[in-house]
Protein backbone atom coordinates (compact mmCIF):
# COMPACT_ATOMS: atom_id res chain seq x y z
CA UNK A 1 0.00 0.00 0.00
CA UNK A 2 1.28 3.48 -0.81
CA UNK A 3 1.59 5.91 1.42
CA UNK A 4 -0.49 9.36 0.80
CA UNK A 5 1.81 12.07 -0.29
CA UNK A 6 1.98 16.04 0.11
CA UNK A 7 4.73 18.41 0.60
CA UNK A 8 4.06 19.34 4.49
CA UNK A 9 5.68 22.59 6.10
CA UNK A 10 6.02 23.98 9.50
CA UNK A 11 4.82 27.44 9.35
CA UNK A 12 4.64 28.13 13.23
CA UNK A 13 7.25 27.53 16.47
CA UNK A 14 6.34 27.72 20.26
CA UNK A 15 8.06 26.50 23.20
CA UNK A 16 8.42 27.70 27.11
CA UNK A 17 11.42 25.81 28.75
CA UNK A 18 13.50 25.60 31.56
CA UNK A 19 15.97 27.80 29.07
CA UNK A 20 13.09 30.68 28.21
CA UNK A 21 10.12 31.49 28.13
CA UNK A 22 9.39 31.13 24.64
CA UNK A 23 11.81 29.71 21.32
CA UNK A 24 13.76 32.70 20.64
CA UNK A 25 15.06 33.00 24.40
CA UNK A 26 15.44 29.23 24.45
CA UNK A 27 17.65 28.84 21.49
CA UNK A 28 19.34 31.76 22.54
CA UNK A 29 20.23 29.97 25.96
CA UNK A 30 20.97 26.79 24.33
CA UNK A 31 23.33 28.48 21.80
CA UNK A 32 25.23 30.12 24.82
CA UNK A 33 25.52 27.12 26.56
CA UNK A 34 23.13 27.55 29.64
CA UNK A 35 21.41 25.17 31.67
CA UNK A 36 17.94 24.94 33.00
CA UNK A 37 18.49 22.33 35.93
CA UNK A 38 19.03 23.29 39.22
CA UNK A 39 18.49 21.72 42.94
CA UNK A 40 15.43 21.52 44.43
CA UNK A 41 15.19 22.94 47.88
CA UNK A 42 11.48 22.01 48.77
CA UNK A 43 11.71 20.04 52.01
CA UNK A 44 10.39 16.69 50.73
CA UNK A 45 13.49 16.45 48.61
CA UNK A 46 15.63 16.09 51.65
CA UNK A 47 15.40 12.19 51.35
CA UNK A 48 15.56 12.20 47.75
CA UNK A 49 18.30 10.28 46.21
CA UNK A 50 17.40 12.55 43.17
CA UNK A 51 17.23 16.29 44.00
CA UNK A 52 17.64 17.48 40.38
CA UNK A 53 15.11 19.53 38.19
CA UNK A 54 14.92 21.04 35.23
CA UNK A 55 11.97 23.78 35.90
CA UNK A 56 10.48 26.42 33.31
CA UNK A 57 12.63 30.14 33.15
CA UNK A 58 8.98 31.53 32.96
CA UNK A 59 6.00 30.99 35.26
CA UNK A 60 3.21 30.63 33.72
CA UNK A 61 1.10 32.79 35.48
CA UNK A 62 2.80 35.36 34.58
CA UNK A 63 1.89 34.54 31.22
CA UNK A 64 -1.60 33.36 31.16
CA UNK A 65 -4.56 35.53 32.36
CA UNK A 66 -5.89 33.79 36.10
CA UNK A 67 -8.73 32.07 35.14
CA UNK A 68 -7.23 29.96 32.92
CA UNK A 69 -4.45 29.76 35.73
CA UNK A 70 -7.28 28.22 38.05
CA UNK A 71 -8.77 25.75 35.60
CA UNK A 72 -6.01 24.38 33.86
CA UNK A 73 -3.50 22.04 35.09
CA UNK A 74 0.43 23.04 34.58
CA UNK A 75 0.71 20.66 31.44
CA UNK A 76 -2.12 22.43 29.59
CA UNK A 77 -0.94 25.62 31.18
CA UNK A 78 2.33 25.14 29.23
CA UNK A 79 0.89 23.60 26.05
CA UNK A 80 -1.46 26.70 25.89
CA UNK A 81 1.42 29.48 25.89
CA UNK A 82 3.67 27.31 23.23
CA UNK A 83 0.77 26.87 21.08
CA UNK A 84 -0.60 30.08 21.13
CA UNK A 85 3.13 31.17 20.15
CA UNK A 86 3.35 29.38 17.42
CA UNK A 87 0.07 30.08 16.06
CA UNK A 88 0.94 33.98 16.30
CA UNK A 89 4.30 32.73 14.50
CA UNK A 90 2.35 31.35 11.60
CA UNK A 91 0.24 34.10 11.64
CA UNK A 92 -3.22 31.38 11.86
CA UNK A 93 -5.65 33.88 13.26
CA UNK A 94 -5.27 35.47 9.83
CA UNK A 95 -4.94 32.59 7.59
CA UNK A 96 -8.44 32.37 6.48
CA UNK A 97 -8.57 28.44 7.35
CA UNK A 98 -12.40 27.55 8.64
CA UNK A 99 -12.01 26.14 12.19
CA UNK A 100 -13.62 22.94 10.42
CA UNK A 101 -10.40 22.29 8.91
CA UNK A 102 -7.85 22.91 12.15
CA UNK A 103 -6.71 20.03 13.98
CA UNK A 104 -4.37 19.89 16.80
CA UNK A 105 -2.71 16.59 18.08
CA UNK A 106 -0.70 17.24 21.18
CA UNK A 107 0.75 14.71 23.55
CA UNK A 108 1.73 14.15 26.64
CA UNK A 109 3.40 11.49 29.11
CA UNK A 110 2.39 11.97 31.95
CA UNK A 111 -0.91 14.49 32.00
CA UNK A 112 -2.37 16.11 34.74
CA UNK A 113 -0.52 14.11 37.14
CA UNK A 114 -0.10 17.01 39.62
CA UNK A 115 -4.05 18.21 39.70
CA UNK A 116 -4.66 14.40 40.45
CA UNK A 117 -2.25 14.22 43.91
CA UNK A 118 -2.94 17.58 44.76
CA UNK A 119 -6.88 16.92 44.62
CA UNK A 120 -6.29 13.73 46.71
CA UNK A 121 -4.70 15.39 49.09
CA UNK A 122 -7.49 17.80 49.33
CA UNK A 123 -9.98 14.69 49.18
CA UNK A 124 -8.00 13.31 52.37
CA UNK A 125 -7.81 16.16 54.19
CA UNK A 126 -11.28 18.14 54.15
CA UNK A 127 -13.80 15.74 52.43
CA UNK A 128 -15.02 14.55 48.10
CA UNK A 129 -16.86 18.30 48.62
CA UNK A 130 -13.95 19.93 48.32
CA UNK A 131 -12.72 18.53 45.35
CA UNK A 132 -12.53 21.11 42.65
CA UNK A 133 -15.27 20.32 39.50
CA UNK A 134 -12.12 21.19 37.37
CA UNK A 135 -10.19 18.27 38.48
CA UNK A 136 -11.33 15.82 35.62
CA UNK A 137 -10.47 18.13 32.99
CA UNK A 138 -7.30 19.09 34.61
CA UNK A 139 -6.26 15.29 34.66
CA UNK A 140 -7.22 13.99 31.59
CA UNK A 141 -4.55 12.69 29.40
CA UNK A 142 -6.36 14.91 25.87
CA UNK A 143 -6.31 17.94 28.74
CA UNK A 144 -3.65 19.80 27.26
CA UNK A 145 -4.82 18.84 23.28
CA UNK A 146 -8.37 20.06 24.17
CA UNK A 147 -6.77 23.23 25.78
CA UNK A 148 -4.75 24.26 22.61
CA UNK A 149 -7.80 23.50 20.61
CA UNK A 150 -9.99 25.81 22.56
CA UNK A 151 -7.26 28.39 22.07
CA UNK A 152 -6.76 27.64 18.89
CA UNK A 153 -10.07 27.02 17.52
CA UNK A 154 -9.62 23.88 15.98
CA UNK A 155 -12.85 21.91 15.03
CA UNK A 156 -12.02 19.40 12.67
CA UNK A 157 -10.45 16.91 15.62
CA UNK A 158 -8.02 17.03 18.64
CA UNK A 159 -6.18 14.40 19.14
CA UNK A 160 -4.16 13.06 22.13
CA UNK A 161 -1.12 10.46 21.27
CA UNK A 162 0.06 8.95 24.73
CA UNK A 163 3.84 6.80 24.20
CA UNK A 164 5.68 8.33 27.20
CA UNK A 165 8.67 10.24 26.34
CA UNK A 166 7.99 9.66 22.50
CA UNK A 167 4.76 11.40 22.99
CA UNK A 168 6.01 14.77 21.57
CA UNK A 169 7.34 13.08 18.16
CA UNK A 170 4.30 10.72 18.05
CA UNK A 171 2.13 13.99 17.54
CA UNK A 172 3.76 15.68 15.19
CA UNK A 173 3.81 12.51 13.27
CA UNK A 174 0.13 12.36 13.73
CA UNK A 175 -0.22 15.84 12.05
CA UNK A 176 1.70 14.86 9.14
CA UNK A 177 -1.12 11.81 8.17
CA UNK A 178 -3.92 13.89 8.72
CA UNK A 179 -2.80 16.45 6.22
CA UNK A 180 -1.78 13.74 4.38
CA UNK A 181 -4.80 12.04 4.20
CA UNK A 182 -6.41 15.37 3.60
CA UNK A 183 -8.30 15.30 7.23
CA UNK A 184 -7.11 19.05 7.78
CA UNK A 185 -5.53 22.11 6.03
CA UNK A 186 -4.02 23.29 9.51
CA UNK A 187 -2.45 21.10 12.53
CA UNK A 188 -1.31 22.60 15.55
CA UNK A 189 1.16 19.74 17.24
CA UNK A 190 2.95 19.41 19.86
CA UNK A 191 3.97 17.95 23.29
CA UNK A 192 3.74 18.91 26.96
CA UNK A 193 4.62 18.19 30.26
CA UNK A 194 4.79 19.32 34.17
CA UNK A 195 5.06 16.67 36.49
CA UNK A 196 7.70 18.41 39.00
CA UNK A 197 6.02 16.66 42.27
CA UNK A 198 7.33 14.11 44.97
CA UNK A 199 5.37 11.40 43.79
CA UNK A 200 6.68 11.46 39.51
CA UNK A 201 10.11 11.86 40.99
CA UNK A 202 10.10 9.06 43.53
CA UNK A 203 8.31 6.44 40.41
CA UNK A 204 11.57 7.68 38.56
CA UNK A 205 14.27 7.18 41.17
CA UNK A 206 12.83 3.72 42.29
CA UNK A 207 13.39 3.01 38.64
CA UNK A 208 17.11 4.29 38.86
CA UNK A 209 16.67 6.36 35.91
CA UNK A 210 17.74 9.63 37.64
CA UNK A 211 20.80 11.44 38.03
CA UNK A 212 22.00 11.90 42.06
CA UNK A 213 24.98 14.06 40.55
CA UNK A 214 22.57 16.82 43.27
CA UNK A 215 26.09 18.64 44.17
CA UNK A 216 26.74 19.71 40.65
CA UNK A 217 23.05 20.25 38.77
CA UNK A 218 24.31 21.92 35.63
CA UNK A 219 26.61 18.52 35.04
CA UNK A 220 24.43 16.08 35.71
CA UNK A 221 22.45 15.75 32.77
CA UNK A 222 25.70 14.41 30.31
CA UNK A 223 24.26 12.00 27.87
CA UNK A 224 26.77 10.23 26.36
CA UNK A 225 29.67 10.99 28.51
CA UNK A 226 31.34 7.86 30.67
CA UNK A 227 29.93 9.88 34.07
CA UNK A 228 26.13 9.71 33.33
CA UNK A 229 24.28 8.64 35.30
CA UNK A 230 20.39 9.14 34.76
CA UNK A 231 18.09 11.91 33.81
CA UNK A 232 17.19 15.23 35.29
CA UNK A 233 13.14 15.52 34.93
CA UNK A 234 12.16 18.80 33.47
CA UNK A 235 9.17 20.65 32.53
CA UNK A 236 7.60 22.78 29.48
CA UNK A 237 5.94 22.58 25.64
CA UNK A 238 6.83 23.25 22.19
CA UNK A 239 4.59 23.38 19.36
CA UNK A 240 4.11 23.66 15.66
CA UNK A 241 2.17 24.62 13.04
CA UNK A 242 2.02 22.29 10.08
CA UNK A 243 0.20 22.35 6.61
CA UNK A 244 0.55 21.85 3.08
CA UNK A 245 3.38 23.27 1.02
CA UNK A 246 1.38 24.67 -1.44
CA UNK A 247 -1.80 26.68 0.58
CA UNK A 248 1.77 27.91 2.51
CA UNK A 249 2.79 29.54 -0.05
CA UNK A 250 -0.60 30.43 -1.24
CA UNK A 251 -1.47 32.33 1.56
CA UNK A 252 2.33 34.15 2.17
CA UNK A 253 3.45 32.37 5.31
CA UNK A 254 7.13 31.98 6.14
CA UNK A 255 8.07 28.48 5.75
CA UNK A 256 10.47 27.53 9.04
CA UNK A 257 11.19 23.87 7.04
CA UNK A 258 9.56 21.11 5.39
CA UNK A 259 8.54 18.20 7.66
CA UNK A 260 9.85 15.63 4.76
CA UNK A 261 8.99 12.37 6.26
CA UNK A 262 8.31 10.32 9.66
CA UNK A 263 8.72 6.90 11.04
CA UNK A 264 7.16 4.47 13.95
CA UNK A 265 8.06 1.61 15.05
CA UNK A 266 7.82 -0.34 18.53
CA UNK A 267 10.66 -2.56 20.24
CA UNK A 268 8.35 -5.40 21.32
CA UNK A 269 11.27 -6.31 23.52
CA UNK A 270 10.95 -5.20 27.14
CA UNK A 271 8.22 -2.78 28.91
CA UNK A 272 10.60 -0.25 30.07
CA UNK A 273 14.59 -1.09 28.93
CA UNK A 274 15.17 -0.29 25.36
CA UNK A 275 16.76 -2.94 22.89
CA UNK A 276 20.20 -2.65 23.57
CA UNK A 277 21.42 -2.37 20.15
CA UNK A 278 18.92 0.32 19.67
CA UNK A 279 17.07 -2.25 16.83
CA UNK A 280 13.64 -0.50 17.04
CA UNK A 281 14.88 2.57 17.33
CA UNK A 282 17.02 2.41 13.97
CA UNK A 283 14.04 0.94 11.80
CA UNK A 284 12.17 4.02 12.87
CA UNK A 285 15.03 6.22 11.98
CA UNK A 286 14.98 4.19 8.60
CA UNK A 287 11.58 4.47 7.85
CA UNK A 288 11.43 7.92 8.49
CA UNK A 289 14.32 8.55 6.20
CA UNK A 290 12.82 6.51 3.10
CA UNK A 291 9.64 8.21 4.08
CA UNK A 292 10.97 11.32 3.67
CA UNK A 293 12.34 10.10 0.17
CA UNK A 294 16.14 10.44 1.42
CA UNK A 295 19.44 8.54 2.05
CA UNK A 296 21.04 8.16 5.32
CA UNK A 297 24.04 9.89 3.48
CA UNK A 298 21.29 12.84 3.15
CA UNK A 299 20.76 13.02 6.73
CA UNK A 300 23.38 16.08 8.16
CA UNK A 301 22.17 16.78 11.56
CA UNK A 302 20.43 14.66 14.26
CA UNK A 303 19.09 16.07 17.18
CA UNK A 304 19.87 12.76 19.24
CA UNK A 305 16.75 11.48 22.38
CA UNK A 306 19.85 10.92 24.52
CA UNK A 307 18.79 11.28 28.20
CA UNK A 308 21.52 10.80 29.53
CA UNK A 309 20.55 7.16 31.50
CA UNK A 310 23.61 4.78 30.80
CA UNK A 311 21.09 2.09 28.72
CA UNK A 312 19.44 4.55 26.46
CA UNK A 313 21.95 6.60 25.42
CA UNK A 314 24.45 3.40 24.07
CA UNK A 315 21.46 1.68 22.51
CA UNK A 316 20.70 4.89 20.71
CA UNK A 317 24.14 5.35 19.39
CA UNK A 318 23.83 2.02 18.19
CA UNK A 319 21.02 2.49 15.83
CA UNK A 320 21.86 6.49 15.17
CA UNK A 321 25.12 4.71 13.38
CA UNK A 322 23.73 1.64 11.84
CA UNK A 323 20.78 3.69 10.36
CA UNK A 324 22.61 6.57 9.06
CA UNK A 325 26.41 6.15 9.26
CA UNK A 326 29.44 8.51 11.41
CA UNK A 327 29.19 11.36 9.07
CA UNK A 328 26.09 13.25 10.35
CA UNK A 329 26.60 15.73 13.15
CA UNK A 330 24.52 14.72 16.42
CA UNK A 331 23.66 17.00 19.41
CA UNK A 332 21.75 15.92 23.11
CA UNK A 333 20.22 19.18 23.92
CA UNK A 334 18.64 17.40 27.22
CA UNK A 335 21.73 17.94 28.12
CA UNK A 336 20.99 21.42 28.60
CA UNK A 337 16.76 21.67 29.05
CA UNK A 338 17.05 18.35 31.21
CA UNK A 339 14.67 15.63 29.72
CA UNK A 340 10.68 17.33 28.81
CA UNK A 341 9.41 13.43 29.00
CA UNK A 342 6.44 13.95 26.65
CA UNK A 343 7.50 17.60 25.04
CA UNK A 344 10.95 16.68 24.30
CA UNK A 345 10.10 15.03 20.98
CA UNK A 346 8.42 18.26 19.90
CA UNK A 347 10.59 20.71 21.54
CA UNK A 348 13.78 18.98 20.33
CA UNK A 349 11.61 19.19 16.60
CA UNK A 350 12.64 23.07 17.05
CA UNK A 351 15.51 23.21 17.78
CA UNK A 352 16.53 20.46 14.60
CA UNK A 353 14.07 23.07 12.54
CA UNK A 354 16.37 26.50 13.83
CA UNK A 355 19.76 24.46 13.02
CA UNK A 356 18.38 23.43 9.90
CA UNK A 357 17.59 27.33 9.46
CA UNK A 358 20.38 28.93 10.98
CA UNK A 359 23.04 25.99 9.76
CA UNK A 360 24.73 25.85 13.19
CA UNK A 361 24.30 22.60 15.54
CA UNK A 362 24.15 23.03 19.38
CA UNK A 363 26.46 21.61 21.47
CA UNK A 364 26.08 18.76 23.88
CA UNK A 365 26.84 20.39 27.69
CA UNK A 366 28.97 17.87 29.96
CA UNK A 367 29.99 15.59 27.47
CA UNK A 368 34.07 15.32 28.87
CA UNK A 369 34.70 11.83 28.43
CA UNK A 370 32.62 9.77 25.72
CA UNK A 371 31.44 6.74 26.36
CA UNK A 372 33.68 3.50 25.81
CA UNK A 373 30.66 2.31 23.14
CA UNK A 374 31.94 1.29 19.93
CA UNK A 375 29.03 3.82 18.64
CA UNK A 376 29.35 6.48 20.66
CA UNK A 377 32.88 6.79 19.96
CA UNK A 378 32.36 6.58 15.88
CA UNK A 379 29.77 9.27 15.68
CA UNK A 380 30.52 13.17 15.55
CA UNK A 381 28.73 14.61 18.51
CA UNK A 382 29.25 18.09 18.39
CA UNK A 383 30.56 18.93 22.09
CA UNK A 384 32.26 22.17 23.69
CA UNK A 385 30.50 24.87 21.45
CA UNK A 386 27.78 24.92 18.50
CA UNK A 387 29.15 23.83 15.16
CA UNK A 388 28.49 25.70 11.63
CA UNK A 389 27.66 23.63 8.78
CA UNK A 390 25.93 23.02 5.44
CA UNK A 391 23.24 20.87 5.50
CA UNK A 392 19.74 20.03 3.88
CA UNK A 393 18.10 18.00 6.37
CA UNK A 394 17.71 16.81 9.98
CA UNK A 395 16.69 14.55 11.75
CA UNK A 396 15.29 14.15 15.65
CA UNK A 397 14.25 10.79 17.04
CA UNK A 398 12.26 10.08 20.06
CA UNK A 399 11.76 7.15 22.23
CA UNK A 400 9.14 6.52 25.33
CA UNK A 401 8.95 3.70 27.83
CA UNK A 402 6.98 1.00 26.46
CA UNK A 403 9.10 0.45 23.60
CA UNK A 404 7.92 3.66 21.41
CA UNK A 405 10.19 4.78 18.49
CA UNK A 406 9.72 7.76 16.89
CA UNK A 407 12.14 9.87 14.00
CA UNK A 408 11.10 12.75 11.98
CA UNK A 409 12.97 14.74 9.41
CA UNK A 410 12.98 17.90 8.31
CA UNK A 411 14.61 19.80 5.66
CA UNK A 412 15.15 23.23 4.34
CA UNK A 413 12.24 25.18 2.96
CA UNK B 1 -25.03 40.28 60.28
CA UNK B 2 -23.74 41.47 56.90
CA UNK B 3 -25.80 44.35 54.66
CA UNK B 4 -26.99 44.15 51.65
CA UNK B 5 -24.08 45.79 50.06
CA UNK B 6 -21.53 43.83 52.42
CA UNK B 7 -22.83 40.70 51.05
CA UNK B 8 -22.84 41.43 47.28
CA UNK B 9 -19.00 43.03 47.74
CA UNK B 10 -18.25 39.73 49.06
CA UNK B 11 -19.78 37.45 45.85
CA UNK B 12 -18.15 40.09 43.76
CA UNK B 13 -14.64 39.03 45.33
CA UNK B 14 -15.43 35.17 44.33
CA UNK B 15 -16.79 36.14 40.82
CA UNK B 16 -13.55 38.06 40.18
CA UNK B 17 -11.28 35.19 42.00
CA UNK B 18 -12.91 31.81 40.60
CA UNK B 19 -14.42 33.25 37.21
CA UNK B 20 -12.64 36.63 36.29
CA UNK B 21 -15.59 38.97 36.54
CA UNK B 22 -14.67 42.63 37.31
CA UNK B 23 -16.50 43.45 40.18
CA UNK B 24 -18.08 46.37 38.88
CA UNK B 25 -20.31 43.95 36.33
CA UNK B 26 -20.91 41.75 39.60
CA UNK B 27 -24.73 44.11 39.80
CA UNK B 28 -28.01 41.76 40.98
CA UNK B 29 -29.83 41.63 37.55
CA UNK B 30 -26.55 39.96 35.91
CA UNK B 31 -26.92 36.49 34.80
CA UNK B 32 -24.65 34.37 35.63
CA UNK B 33 -24.46 32.43 32.30
CA UNK B 34 -25.80 34.83 29.80
CA UNK B 35 -23.92 37.84 31.25
CA UNK B 36 -20.99 36.79 33.09
CA UNK B 37 -19.65 33.66 31.01
CA UNK B 38 -19.73 31.19 34.04
CA UNK B 39 -19.86 28.02 33.47
CA UNK B 40 -21.36 25.16 35.34
CA UNK B 41 -18.30 23.26 36.56
CA UNK B 42 -17.37 27.15 37.80
CA UNK B 43 -20.90 27.87 39.44
CA UNK B 44 -19.68 24.73 41.64
CA UNK B 45 -16.58 26.63 42.45
CA UNK B 46 -18.87 30.02 43.73
CA UNK B 47 -21.21 27.83 45.24
CA UNK B 48 -18.44 26.50 47.33
CA UNK B 49 -16.50 29.63 48.20
CA UNK B 50 -19.79 30.81 49.30
CA UNK B 51 -20.35 28.21 51.66
CA UNK B 52 -17.31 29.34 53.23
CA UNK B 53 -17.50 32.62 53.15
CA UNK B 54 -20.81 33.36 54.80
CA UNK B 55 -21.38 30.04 55.76
CA UNK B 56 -24.23 29.01 54.40
CA UNK B 57 -24.88 25.53 53.00
CA UNK B 58 -25.91 25.40 49.24
CA UNK B 59 -27.55 22.10 48.24
CA UNK B 60 -27.59 21.18 44.59
CA UNK B 61 -31.49 21.66 44.03
CA UNK B 62 -31.35 24.94 45.35
CA UNK B 63 -27.62 26.23 43.11
CA UNK B 64 -29.99 25.19 40.30
CA UNK B 65 -32.51 28.34 41.13
CA UNK B 66 -29.50 30.52 41.13
CA UNK B 67 -29.65 31.72 37.97
CA UNK B 68 -28.81 35.46 39.05
CA UNK B 69 -26.16 37.57 41.40
CA UNK B 70 -29.12 39.00 42.99
CA UNK B 71 -30.79 35.46 43.32
CA UNK B 72 -27.50 34.23 44.85
CA UNK B 73 -27.62 37.86 47.39
CA UNK B 74 -31.44 36.79 48.49
CA UNK B 75 -30.11 33.09 49.38
CA UNK B 76 -27.50 34.24 51.42
CA UNK B 77 -29.78 36.74 53.27
CA UNK B 78 -32.25 34.01 53.99
CA UNK B 79 -29.82 31.59 54.87
CA UNK B 80 -27.29 33.04 56.52
CA UNK B 81 -27.49 31.49 60.64
Redesign the interface.
Known sequence: MSTPTADVVVTGLGATTPLGGDVASTWEALLAGRSGVSRITDDWAKDFSAQLVARLSTEPADVL???RI??LDRSQQVAVIAAEEAWRDAAGADSGVAPERIAVVFGTGIGGAVTLLDQDDILEAKGP??V???TI?MLMPNGPAAAVGLAVGAKAGVHAPVSACASGAEAIRWGLDLLRLGRADMVVVGGTEACVHPLPMAGFSAMRAMSTRNDEPQRASRPFDKGRDGFVLGEGAAALVLERADAAKARGARIHARLAGAGGTADGYDLVAPHPEGEGAGRAIAAAIRDAGLTPADIGHVNAHATSTPIGDTAEASAIHDAIGDHTLVTATKSQTGHLLGAAGALESVFSILALREQIVPATANLDDPDDNAAVQALDIVRREPRKATFSAALNDSFGFGGHNMALVFTTA | MPSTADIQAGLAEILEEVAGVAPADATPEKSFTDDLDVDSLSMVEIATAVEDKFGVAIPDDELANIKTVGDAMSFIEKNQG
Do not use: A, E, L, M
Open positions: DRVRRKRSPFP
